[in-house]
């Protein structure tokens, strides 16, 4: 390699790097304009099939035959695939083991797939698989929380957590207050249902298009059912038209199905759900039923907290036993737990089931303990907020001297707490006093219309609570002509991970960002990848991605040094140009000449997050890499004739660290706040005595619209970065802002209080529909 002549340098042009800035979705424009592929847009091969499912009709009941002679008998109607037409395992390779592919001798749900019929169009498949007769023999069924608890029906063992003497302390407590709550599913209603598309390939092996969160996973699935290695299964996944948690495991029954009839039948086959089939097949978010009893003091701080969750999990695991975990480690939210005993039930139910929904369980945590503060608050006849303050983590010594009120019930210091700057920042610039008091006037002089406010607090923690999940491997590729190339193991569903990527890998090879194209997620390019979740999407693969990046750099800043006679540490990538002490080159003529030197211009990256161990068996260690934290304002009003409600005003501050795009970060605070709002005003879930779900379509179903959303939502971001070494110093931002709406909640139950005076707690079901609204205004 030849030493070239030195060039005078060129002038340093100052450059808004990638990161931090309020760029663009990287599909955005081609998304408005309609030009973008979700998989019912991918050109189809020849010979592609169709499926539809066939669902179960009852609860719970043997299964004694199908008839399906009347669907075969249908126009372009191919085949009916049922359990016996299985290569492989009938079981799905769920962790759990007990969930079929198909229903075998018995049926646990109405919704339940039995198997599948193929027909030449998708409308011939449906309608042919509403003519398969079933034989079902009923047996009883458990249908609620309160009987499975009766008949100890669990998917999985209970959970057991304690930290110091709840028992006794509640003996010596000043006060104690006794209560329940209950709080609904929510349906993911994602804009593209569930979807997947299974072609043939040569030596029997498999491309499987699918709208998952976990391509890892269906790999695996699909693998496992057909009999084969994981290796001979490819899984591609451009982007999702929202998954919210609903495609991280639930994605892979549909890929298995089209997989099976596509192995019975040599051809490619789709299988795409409509939405009340959607419905009636897929889980929700978890129900929860809450007993408790709260011991605290004259000034409102717990001293002592008895706790039952039951959750309520439908006929199989699925991800019920990590959810409930979820909901014990959030069960503190932003509060110190003096002594505690937590009681967690996984109750199986003959309805669908319930899986991963944005939060994780962590909603179900954190609205329970902020019931209680409101309850207290009310007890004593005291300012919420002044309640919720008082028992903050802080660095306060505890009464016996073992420690500080900094440790959480499962044995984590909070060693990044910025909970009392951040809610008292909040309180000023939301004027929350001075609107207490105003509300408080009005409704003195109001007899129907009562409006209540209510200020929460959000502590969430930040990584997969399964320790082997975090971590990630990602691709990067410099082309001769400058351009590069990403590809990593997370998804993207509408919340800017690729884009987030694109960002930091611009930043590290000092290129714009337009010179960056992240690539559809494939088992095939980054294996063994795991979910995207946890809100953990951008630290994993970010990282990851950034380390290849860098690995690129390095060699490129090498054969520079090579050229120019320098250090390594001398050379600066910024703005499209590559600087060394004597010469400025082009980033393009550096990547042209390097690859004429035969230099590696590609590059791995893998990033495992550090400091986190956890025994779950204890539940016990440090789970989380960091805390994302936050709080919410909101004021409602409540009509006390008819109980319908509205949010008039809310007002945020969040941490998402150092935003990497603070654009996407305020639009996933925006639509998280909305999405934790529905599931606790509107969206409610009915399954009528016979476990049949009732509101199955958007026309029962009811997720916020645009009208719900009040015209004063004010977010702001905190101003601090990640105390933690995570890329960029940023912080999560996917799942945290959900739980900001149990603020309205509260606001809710602060209303109905107002309306109907005394100290007694609220009793308001979760969502609080108008119905709901009136039972807790007359309790």
Same mark, same amino acid.
């Given at each position: 390699?030849?030493?070239?002549?030195?060039?005078?340098?060129?002038?340093?042009?100052?450059?808004?790097?990638?990161?931090?800035?309020?760029?663009?979705?990287?599909?955005?424009?081609?998304?408005?304009?309609?030009?973008?592929?979700?998989?019912?847009?991918?050109?189809?091969?020849?010979?592609?099939?169709?499926?539809?499912?066939?669902?179960?009709?009852?609860?719970?009941?043997?299964?004694?035959?199908?008839?399906?002679?009347?669907? !075969?008998?249908?126009?372009?109607?191919?085949? $009916?695939?049922?359990?016996?037409?299985?290569?492989?395992?009938?079981?799905?390779?769920?962790?759990?083991?007990?969930?079929?592919?198909?229903?075998?001798?018995?049926?646990?749900?109405?919704?339940?797939?039995?198997?599948?019929?193929?027909?030449?169009?998708?409308?011939?498949?449906?309608?042919?698989?509403?003519?398969?007769?079933?034989?079902?023999?009923?047996?009883?069924?458990?249908?609620?929380?309160?009987?499975?608890?009766?008949?100890?029906?669990?998917?999985?063992?209970?959970?057991?957590?304690?930290?110091?003497?709840?028992?006794?302390?509640?003996?010596?407590?000043?006060?104690?207050?006794?209560?329940? !709550?209950?709080?609904?599913?929510?349906?993911?209603?994602?804009?593209?249902?569930?979807?997947?598309?299974?072609?043939?390939?040569?030596?029997?092996?498999?491309?499987?298009?699918?709208?998952?969160?976990?391509?890892?996973? $269906?790999?695996?699935?699909?693998?496992?059912?057909?009999?084969?290695?994981?290796?001979?299964?490819?899984?591609?996944?451009?982007?999702?038209?929202?998954?919210?948690?609903?495609?991280?495991?639930?994605?892979?029954?549909?890929?298995?199905?089209?997989?099976?009839?596509?192995?019975?039948?040599?051809?490619?086959?789709?299988?795409?759900?409509?939405?009340?089939?959607?419905?009636?097949?897929?889980?929700?978010?978890?129900?929860?039923?809450?007993?408790?009893?709260?011991?605290?003091?004259?000034?409102?701080?717990?001293?002592?907290?008895?706790?039952?969750?039951?959750?309520?999990?439908?006929?199989?695991?699925?991800?019920?036993?990590?959810?409930?975990?979820?909901?014990?480690?959030?069960?503190?939210?932003?509060?110190?737990?003096?002594?505690?005993?937590?009681?967690?039930?996984?109750?199986?139910?003959?309805?669908?089931?319930?899986?991963?929904?944005?939060?994780?369980?962590?909603?179900?945590?954190?609205?329970?303990?902020?019931?209680?503060?409101?309850?207290?608050?009310?007890?004593?006849?005291?300012?919420?907020?002044?309640?919720?303050?008082?028992?903050?983590?802080?660095?306060?010594?505890?009464?016996?001297?073992?420690?500080?009120?900094?440790?959480?019930?499962?044995?984590?210091?909070?060693?990044?707490?910025?909970?009392?700057?951040?809610?008292?920042?909040?309180?000023?610039?939301?004027?929350?006093?001075?609107?207490?008091?105003?509300?408080?006037?009005?409704?003195?002089?109001?007899?129907?219309?009562?409006?209540? $406010?209510?200020?929460?607090?959000?502590?969430?923690?930040?990584?997969?609570?399964?320790?082997?999940?975090?971590?990630?491997?990602?691709?990067?590729?410099?082309?001769?002509?400058?351009?590069?190339?990403?590809?990593?193991?997370?998804?993207?569903?509408?919340?800017?991970?690729?884009?987030?990527?694109?960002?930091?890998?611009?930043?590290?090879?000092?290129?714009?960002?337009?010179?960056? !194209?992240?690539?559809?997620?494939?088992?095939?390019?980054?294996?063994?990848?795991?979910?995207?979740?946890?809100?953990?999407?951008?630290?994993?693969?970010?990282?990851?991605?950034?380390?290849?990046?860098?690995?690129?750099?390095?060699?490129?800043?090498?054969?520079?040094?090579?050229?120019?006679?320098?250090?390594?540490?001398?050379?600066?990538?910024?703005?499209?140009?590559?600087?060394?002490?004597?010469?400025?080159?082009?980033?393009?003529?550096?990547?042209?000449?390097?690859?004429?030197?035969?230099?590696?211009?590609?590059?791995?990256?893998?990033?495992?997050?550090?400091?986190?161990?956890?025994?779950?068996?204890?539940?016990?260690?440090?789970?989380?890499?960091?805390?994302?934290?936050?709080?919410?304002?909101?004021?409602?009003?409540?009509?006390?004739?008819?109980?319908?409600?509205?949010?008039?005003?809310?007002?945020?501050?969040?941490?998402?660290?150092?935003?990497?795009?603070?654009?996407?970060?305020?639009?996933?605070?925006?639509?998280?706040?909305?999405?934790?709002?529905?599931?606790?005003?509107?969206?409610?879930?009915?399954?009528?005595?016979?476990?049949?779900?009732?509101?199955?379509?958007?026309?029962?179903?009811?997720?916020?619209?645009?009208?719900?959303?009040?015209?004063?939502?004010?977010?702001?971001?905190?101003?601090?970065?990640?105390?933690?070494?995570?890329?960029?110093?940023?912080?999560? $931002?996917?799942?945290?802002?959900?739980?900001?709406?149990?603020?309205?909640?509260?606001?809710?139950?602060?209303?109905?209080?107002?309306?109907?005076?005394?100290?007694?707690?609220?009793?308001?079901?979760?969502?609080?529909?108008?119905?709901?609204?009136?039972?807790?205004?007359?309790?």
């Amino acid at each position: 390699m030849s030493k070239k002549p030195a060039s005078p340098a060129l002038p340093v042009t100052p450059v808004t790097p990638a990161a931090g800035s309020s760029l663009a979705h990287e599909s955005a424009a081609a998304q408005v304009a309609g030009a973008v592929h979700y998989i019912d847009d991918l050109p189809e091969v020849r010979g592609t099939l169709h499926a539809a499912p066939i669902l179960s009709t009852q609860a719970h009941g043997k299964l004694r035959a199908v008839d399906a002679s009347a669907a !075969l008998a249908m126009p372009g109607v191919v085949a $009916v695939i049922l359990a016996r037409d299985i290569p492989g395992d009938p079981m799905l390779a769920a962790f759990a083991g007990d969930e079929p592919v198909f229903a075998m001798d018995t049926v646990q749900f109405i919704g339940q797939v039995i198997g599948v019929v193929i027909a030449k169009t998708t409308m011939q498949a449906r309608h042919a698989a509403r003519k398969v007769k079933l034989d079902i023999e009923p047996l009883p069924a458990i249908l609620s929380v309160k009987d499975a608890l009766a008949a100890q029906s669990y998917v999985l063992p209970p959970v057991h957590v304690r930290r110091g003497d709840a028992q006794a302390a509640l003996k010596t407590a000043t006060h104690t207050l006794s209560g329940t !709550l209950e709080v609904g599913g929510q349906e993911h209603f994602y804009l593209e249902g569930q979807i997947a598309y299974v072609i043939p390939m040569e030596q029997n092996q498999w491309t499987v298009y699918s709208s998952t969160q976990h391509p890892g996973e $269906v790999q695996h699935w699909v693998a496992h059912a057909l009999g084969i290695d994981n290796h001979a299964v490819r899984v591609e996944c451009r982007r999702m038209g929202g998954g919210f948690g609903g495609k991280e495991t639930q994605a892979g029954h549909l890929a298995v199905w089209a997989a099976v009839a596509a192995a019975k039948l040599g051809q490619a086959v789709k299988l795409r759900l409509d939405r009340d089939d959607d419905f009636m097949v897929t889980g929700k978010r978890h129900p929860f039923a809450y007993e408790y009893t709260a011991g605290f003091d004259a000034s409102g701080r717990l001293t002592a907290l008895q706790l039952m969750m039951a959750a309520n999990c439908g006929f199989s695991a699925d991800l019920s036993g990590p959810v409930a975990d979820r909901a014990i480690f959030h069960s503190d939210n932003a509060y110190y737990l003096e002594a505690v005993e937590i009681a967690s039930y996984r109750c199986k139910t003959n309805t669908q089931s319930h899986t991963a929904f944005r939060g994780f369980g962590g909603p179900q945590g954190v609205i329970l303990i902020e019931a209680i503060m409101g309850d207290i608050a009310r007890h004593l006849n005291m300012d919420p907020l002044d309640v919720r303050l008082c028992n903050l983590y802080s660095d306060e010594p505890l009464a016996d001297g073992s420690g500080k009120r900094d440790t959480t019930h499962y044995q984590m210091r909070v060693e990044d707490n910025i909970l009392q700057p951040l809610i008292t920042t909040l309180e000023q610039s939301s004027n929350y006093r001075a609107r207490r008091a105003e509300i408080a006037a009005w409704n003195e002089k109001s007899s129907v219309i009562k409006r209540g $406010v209510a200020l929460t607090p959000v502590k969430f923690g930040i990584s997969f609570t399964a320790t082997l999940f975090n971590q990630a491997g990602a691709l990067v590729h410099v082309y001769t002509d400058g351009s590069v190339q990403v590809n990593h193991g997370g998804t993207e569903m509408g919340q800017g991970l690729h884009t987030k990527v694109a960002q930091i890998v611009a930043d590290e090879l000092g290129i714009p960002f337009h010179k960056v !194209l992240a690539t559809a997620s494939d088992t095939s390019k980054v294996a063994n990848a795991s979910a995207t979740a946890a809100s953990a999407g951008t630290d994993l693969n970010g990282r990851a991605a950034q380390f290849a990046a860098r690995h690129v750099r390095d060699n490129l800043a090498a054969f520079v040094c090579g050229l120019d006679g320098c250090g390594a540490g001398a050379i600066r990538f910024a703005g499209g140009q590559v600087h060394s002490p004597t010469t400025t080159r082009s980033f393009d003529d550096v990547v042209k000449m390097a690859y004429a030197n035969r230099i590696q211009l590609w590059s791995d990256g893998f990033y495992r997050t550090p400091k986190i161990h956890y025994d779950k068996h204890t539940l016990s260690g440090r789970p989380f890499y960091y805390f994302a934290y936050g709080a919410a304002c909101s004021e409602v009003a409540i009509d006390t004739l008819t109980g319908e409600s509205r949010v008039l005003k809310v007002d945020i501050l969040h941490d998402v660290g150092r935003s990497i795009n603070p654009a996407i970060d305020i639009g996933q605070i925006e639509g998280g706040f909305v999405q934790g709002m529905g599931w606790l005003t509107t969206e409610q879930l009915v399954w009528n005595d016979k476990g049949y779900l009732s509101t199955h379509a958007p026309s029962t179903y009811k997720i916020p619209t645009a009208g719900d959303v009040p015209e004063h939502l004010k977010v702001a971001l905190w101003h601090e970065a990640n105390r933690e070494d995570n890329v960029f110093g940023s912080k999560a $931002v996917g799942e945290p802002p959900f739980m900001l709406g149990i603020s309205v909640f509260e606001a809710l139950r602060d209303a109905v209080a107002q309306a109907r005076g005394g100290l007694a707690p609220v009793q308001l079901v979760a969502p609080a529909t108008a119905e709901n609204v009136l039972k807790a205004l007359k309790s």
